[in-house]
C-alpha cells in the first residue's frame, strides 16, 4: 500500500494532498508490516508550512494518516504493538530529516501499545520543522535550544524540491 504527497518546497513550503483513502486493515504480527509512505504525487493544491507560517489559503501546518490496524496472531493476551517511522529522507539524504517531525499517536516517531482484540486506529502526523541556526537565532532573540541546522540557508536549498519519505512499520513484540 502507498500513501503519497506532493511536496514542492518554496522556501520551505511544500505542497501536499490528503492520503489515498483505504479501506484496507493492517495484520499486525511478530513479523514487522511496512507501509512506504511518499510526499509525492501532486494532487492537492494544500501547501505543508513550518508550525506558525500558514498564512495563505491551502497552507497546512500538518499532513495526517490514519491506519486501521487489526492483530494477526494466536496469542493475544499479552505483548505491545509498536507502530514506528523509520527510515525518513528528505530527497535521497537524511542529512535533514530531523526537519521532519512525525508524531505517532502521541509520541515522536514510536509509538508502543498495548495489545488489544480488535481494530484500532493508529494516527501518524506529519509536520515540518523550520531550519533556524545560531546566527538567526541571535537575530531574532530565540533560545539556543531551537537551532537545529548548522546553516538555515544551505538546509532550506538542500531540501528544495526534494521528495519527503518514509516507512511505517507495525509489528508486535513481547514485554
Given at each position: 500500500?502507498k500513501l503519497r504527497l506532493f511536496m514542492i518546497v518554496?522556501?520551505?513550503?511544500?505542497?501536499?494532498?490528503?492520503?489515498?483513502?483505504?479501506?484496507?486493515?493492517?495484520?499486525?504480527?511478530?513479523?514487522?508490516?511496512?507501509?512506504?509512505?511518499?510526499?509525492?504525487?501532486?494532487?492537492s493544491d494544500e501547501v505543508l508550512v513550518p508550525m506558525?507560517?500558514?498564512?495563505?489559503?491551502?497552507?497546512?501546518?500538518?499532513?495526517?494518516?490514519?491506519?486501521?490496524?487489526?492483530?494477526?496472531?494466536?496469542?493475544?493476551?499479552?505483548?505491545?504493538?509498536?507502530?514506528?517511522?523509520?527510515?525518513?529522507?528528505?530527497?535521497?539524504?537524511?542529512?535533514?530529516?530531523?526537519?521532519?517531525?512525525?508524531?505517532?499517536?502521541?509520541?515522536?516517531?514510536?509509538?508502543?501499545?498495548?495489545?488489544?482484540?480488535?481494530?484500532?486506529?493508529?494516527?501518524?502526523?506529519?509536520?515540518?520543522?523550520?531550519?533556524?541556526?545560531?546566527?538567526?537565532?541571535?537575530?531574532?532573540?530565540?533560545?539556543?535550544?531551537?537551532?537545529?541546522?548548522?546553516?538555515?540557508?544551505?538546509?532550506?536549498?538542500?531540501?528544495?524540491?526534494?521528495?519527503?519519505?518514509?516507512?511505517?512499520s507495525f509489528m508486535l513484540i513481547d514485554s
Amino acid at each position: 500500500m502507498k500513501l503519497r504527497l506532493f511536496m514542492i518546497v518554496l522556501l520551505l513550503f511544500l505542497v501536499a494532498c490528503e492520503p489515498e483513502e483505504t479501506d484496507e486493515v493492517i495484520e499486525v504480527s511478530e513479523t514487522p508490516y511496512l507501509v512506504y509512505v511518499s510526499l509525492n504525487d501532486g494532487s492537492s493544491d494544500e501547501v505543508l508550512v513550518p508550525m506558525g507560517h500558514a498564512m495563505a489559503v491551502g497552507d497546512v501546518e500538518a499532513v495526517t494518516f490514519q491506519y486501521d490496524v487489526s492483530l494477526y496472531s494466536t496469542d493475544v493476551s499479552r505483548g505491545l504493538m509498536r507502530v514506528e517511522a523509520i527510515d525518513v529522507l528528505i530527497g535521497d539524504s537524511d542529512e535533514y530529516a530531523h526537519l521532519v517531525k512525525i508524531t505517532v499517536m502521541d509520541e515522536p516517531m514510536m509509538k508502543l501499545m498495548p495489545v488489544f482484540n480488535y481494530a484500532v486506529t493508529i494516527t501518524i502526523t506529519v509536520e515540518l520543522l523550520e531550519p533556524i541556526d545560531e546566527a538567526e537565532a541571535l537575530e531574532h532573540g530565540y533560545d539556543p535550544s531551537v537551532v537545529n541546522v548548522a546553516d538555515a540557508r544551505a538546509a532550506c536549498e538542500a531540501i528544495y524540491g526534494q521528495n519527503i519519505t518514509f516507512d511505517v512499520s507495525f509489528m508486535l513484540i513481547d514485554s
